[in-house]
């Protein structure tokens, strides 16, 4: 399994000049390194529906597909290691839904420890990377079995190891999203201790449907309209490195760097709504874009938040995962709705940069972000 050159598009160097609003300008470009995925073949090379993806220190890449029913392992020269996680109930297997109420099924990698966790809202598993399970956590809070209780998701983990998870509350007609972030067990647990909310949307109803329950001595039935929150307004991410949080307000077209205490710590404008946020390691803001040709663009900011540029890709990405030293994991489909991952590398005009006093540190950058 490598490079494809049969696919709908052929890819080479893929090259653009960046579109700049800032007095620092510069050229990028986006080299693919490689690809993943086929139209027909081994069923171990085809992608069926693809939730998210982790990448390793060693840069091997895990894909969780409930299509497929298993998390894939791929080394970094894309060849296929093992699958884990296969569907089942005993240890190290899971069930794999096509969807719960809190969106895809997510991967997040756990560098100090090397774990993997996965985490769909329903359940939770710590493995290692040979499949290994070191934990199996059954969420009991939803907005129907039990809505006092927050249905959660792990999201990400930063670079001192605290755990990030999404959290949806409802409260009466409404529901909160917040982020919780807490440190984790030695049994791979978490403890959580501080919170972040960054939506509040009404509830709107949904299907009612009819189930039937004995009361007493009668069996009657029972209609019941679910509720579910409006479409979220907004993107979100963390940065791994300085532990705060991004987050788009797309009714204002606003960008913000929120920390947990509450106070926003910068605020852009932005051109049109994006679609989803990435920070690096190194403290670069990829904020992506879904174009109306299907066509994907990243707006650029810095680790110092000068607005650098942008690149395009030709095709629709439906996920970026962005590593250090400016490697890109995309997901993205063609024409059939054959999903593909593609490892890109941004290369350019980035120069070192220290931050003024006015600000926010971070870490300088070499020749790649």
């Given at each position: 399994?490598?490079?494809?050159?049969?696919?709908?598009?052929?890819?080479?160097?893929?090259?653009?000049?960046?579109?700049?609003?800032?007095?620092?300008?510069?050229?990028?470009?986006?080299?693919?390194?490689?690809?993943?995925?086929?139209?027909?073949?081994?069923?171990?090379?085809?992608?069926?529906?693809?939730?998210?993806?982790?990448?390793?220190?060693?840069?091997?890449?895990?894909?969780?597909d409930p299509g497929m029913q298993n998390v894939r392992v791929f080394d970094r020269d894309g060849q296929l290691v093992r699958e884990i996680a296969p569907e089942g109930e005993g240890p190290g297997e899971r069930r794999h839904r096509r969807m719960s109420y809190l969106g895809p099924t997510s991967l997040t990698w756990e560098p100090n420890r090397a774990r993997l966790w996965i985490d769909d809202g329903f359940q939770r598993q710590v493995l290692d990377s040979l499949g290994v399970e070191y934990r199996r956590d059954m969420r009991t809070g939803n907005f129907y079995t039990n809505p006092d209780i927050p249905a959660g998701k792990i999201a990400q983990v930063d670079a001192q190891g605290h755990i990030y998870e999404y959290q949806?509350?409802?409260?009466?007609?409404?529901?909160?999203?917040?982020?919780?972030?807490?440190?984790?067990?030695?049994?791979?647990?978490?403890?959580?201790?501080?919170?972040?909310?960054?939506?509040?949307?009404?509830?709107?109803?949904?299907?009612?449907?009819?189930?039937?329950?004995?009361?007493?001595?009668?069996?009657?039935?029972?209609?019941?309209?679910?509720?579910?929150?409006?479409?979220?307004?907004?993107?979100?991410?963390?940065?791994?490195?300085?532990?705060?949080?991004?987050?788009?307000?797309?009714?204002?077209?606003?960008?913000?760097?929120?920390?947990?205490?509450?106070?926003?710590?910068?605020?852009?404008?932005?051109?049109?709504?994006?679609?989803?946020?990435?920070?690096?390691?190194?403290?670069?803001?990829?904020?992506?874009?879904?174009?109306?040709?299907?066509?994907?663009?990243?707006?650029?900011?810095?680790?110092?938040?000068?607005?650098?540029?942008?690149?395009?890709?030709?095709?629709?990405?439906?996920?970026?995962?962005?590593?250090?030293?400016?490697?890109?994991?995309?997901?993205?489909?063609?024409?059939?709705?054959?999903?593909?991952?593609?490892?890109?590398?941004?290369?350019?005009?980035?120069?070192?940069?220290?931050?003024?006093?006015?600000?926010?540190?971070?870490?300088?950058?070499?020749?790649?972000?």
């Amino acid at each position: 399994m490598g490079i494809l050159s049969s696919a709908s598009l052929a890819f080479g160097s893929l090259l653009w000049a960046a579109s700049v609003t800032a007095a620092q300008v510069g050229d990028f470009r986006l080299v693919e390194e490689l690809q993943l995925g086929r139209i027909e073949g081994l069923e171990s090379d085809l992608f069926g529906d693809i939730h998210d993806l982790a990448v390793d220190a060693d840069g091997r890449i895990y894909v969780v597909d409930p299509g497929m029913q298993n998390v894939r392992v791929f080394d970094r020269d894309g060849q296929l290691v093992r699958e884990i996680a296969p569907e089942g109930e005993g240890p190290g297997e899971r069930r794999h839904r096509r969807m719960s109420y809190l969106g895809p099924t997510s991967l997040t990698w756990e560098p100090n420890r090397a774990r993997l966790w996965i985490d769909d809202g329903f359940q939770r598993q710590v493995l290692d990377s040979l499949g290994v399970e070191y934990r199996r956590d059954m969420r009991t809070g939803n907005f129907y079995t039990n809505p006092d209780i927050p249905a959660g998701k792990i999201a990400q983990v930063d670079a001192q190891g605290h755990i990030y998870e999404y959290q949806r509350l409802p409260i009466g007609d409404t529901t909160v999203s917040y982020i919780a972030r807490g440190v984790p067990t030695a049994e791979y647990g978490v403890v959580f201790s501080d919170t972040l909310t960054i939506d509040s949307r009404a509830l709107e109803s949904g299907e009612t449907r009819t189930t039937e329950r004995t009361i007493g001595s009668s069996r009657v039935s029972i209609a019941v309209s679910d509720k579910r929150p409006e479409r979220d307004e907004h993107a979100w991410t963390v940065s791994t490195a300085r532990g705060t949080v991004w987050i788009s307000v797309n009714e204002r077209r606003q960008l913000h760097e929120i920390a947990f205490t509450g106070d926003t710590l910068r605020t852009f404008d932005l051109d049109t709504a994006p679609t989803e946020l990435d920070v690096s390691p190194e403290g670069w803001v990829w904020i992506r874009h879904s174009g109306a040709n299907a066509e994907t663009t990243w707006d650029l900011l810095d680790n110092c938040g000068e607005r650098r540029g942008s690149v395009l890709l030709p095709v629709p990405v439906s996920l970026t995962h962005v590593g250090r030293g400016g490697v890109v994991h995309v997901v993205w489909s063609d024409d059939l709705d054959i999903e593909y991952i593609m490892r890109l590398r941004l290369e350019g005009d980035v120069d070192r940069r220290t931050c003024q006093a006015n600000q926010t540190p971070s870490v300088t950058q070499d020749s790649t972000v």
